[in-house]
Every structure is written in structure tokens, then in C-alpha cells.
């Protein structure tokens, strides 16, 4: 994977990490919350987890792994 490619999926995953912040922010700045809020909480931080690992992933050089296997 060219570097190119990979600066352009970091790009797209802090674009996907500042909306699932503000989501975040939105969901605790209420103090009562329906099952289907607590549960799309619950996959949004999820989400960040998966974020997370990608960008381990990436550093570790296992990237280009992961691209190959998603484009497939």
C-alpha cells in the first residue's frame, strides 16, 4: 500500500473518530436515555475500539494486510 492510500484512510478514520465524539458528547449530555440510545452508545464506542486496532495495526505494518482482505 502506497502512502498515499494510507493517508487517506487515516484521514477518513479521524473524520469517523470526530463524529462518533460529538455523538458521544450529544449522548452524555442528557441524563436519561432510552435502550436504543444505550445501545447505539455501546456500538459507537465499539466502533473506536475497531479504529483503534486499525491504527495499531497500521503502525505495526499490518495495514496492508487489512486493506487486502477488506477490498476483497
Given at each position: 500500500?502506497d502512502q498515499a492510500?494510507?493517508?487517506?484512510?487515516?484521514?477518513?478514520l479521524r473524520?469517523?473518530?470526530?463524529?462518533?465524539?460529538?455523538?458521544?458528547?450529544a449522548?452524555?449530555?442528557?441524563?436519561?436515555?432510552?435502550?436504543?440510545?444505550?445501545?447505539?452508545?455501546v456500538?459507537?464506542?465499539?466502533?473506536?475500539?475497531?479504529?483503534?486496532?486499525?491504527?495499531?495495526?497500521m503502525?505495526?505494518?499490518k495495514?496492508?494486510e487489512a486493506?487486502?482482505?477488506?477490498?476483497?
Amino acid at each position: 500500500m502506497d502512502q498515499a492510500a494510507i493517508l487517506k484512510r487515516i484521514t477518513e478514520l479521524r473524520d469517523e473518530i470526530e463524529l462518533v465524539v460529538r455523538e458521544n458528547l450529544a449522548y452524555d449530555a442528557y441524563y436519561t436515555h432510552t435502550v436504543k440510545e444505550k445501545n447505539l452508545n455501546v456500538a459507537r464506542m465499539l466502533r473506536l475500539q475497531e479504529i483503534k486496532r486499525e491504527l495499531d495495526d497500521m503502525k505495526t505494518g499490518k495495514f496492508q494486510e487489512a486493506n487486502k482482505s477488506r477490498n476483497m
